[in-house]
């Protein structure tokens, strides 16, 4: 049974920072952040891979940053210069090699900035 917990969330105001961490019980060949914002559906944020390439959603290039640590089986998410628009619910998920779609997802952490 794979597990993941997200951790971090909070309420913050723009242009504030936050740092998202996940403890997974096993580490997989992807992992990455998802949102899903009031009224909306959930989206893809940032992933890494266990060799350590990464992909960053348009909305958040250059101000999140993706990293894992494959010995602690650890996610996190720094999320800097924060907007009204990144509030929403952040799920932890993580795939095997061979699987095209995210298989495995935490519970989700709220994150909430004010204007």
């Known amino acids: 049974q794979v597990q993941l917990v997200e951790s971090g969330g909070g309420l913050v105001q723009a242009g504030g920072s936050l740092r998202l961490s996940c403890a997974a019980s096993?580490?997989?060949?992807?992992m990455g952040w998802h949102r899903q914002g009031p009224g909306k559906e959930r989206e893809l944020v940032a992933s890494v891979s266990s060799g350590g390439s990464t992909y960053y959603a348009d909305s958040v290039k250059g101000r999140f940053i993706i990293s894992r640590d494959n010995a602690k089986n650890t996610l996190d998410l720094q999320m800097n210069s924060l907007k009204p628009e990144d509030t929403g619910i952040y799920y932890c998920?993580?795939?095997?090699?061979?699987?095209?779609?995210?298989?495995?997802w935490g519970q989700g952490t709220q994150v909430t900035v004010s204007s």
């Open positions: 096993v580490s997989l060949f992807s």
């Open positions: 998920a993580a795939r095997h090699t061979a699987d095209n779609a995210y298989k495995y």
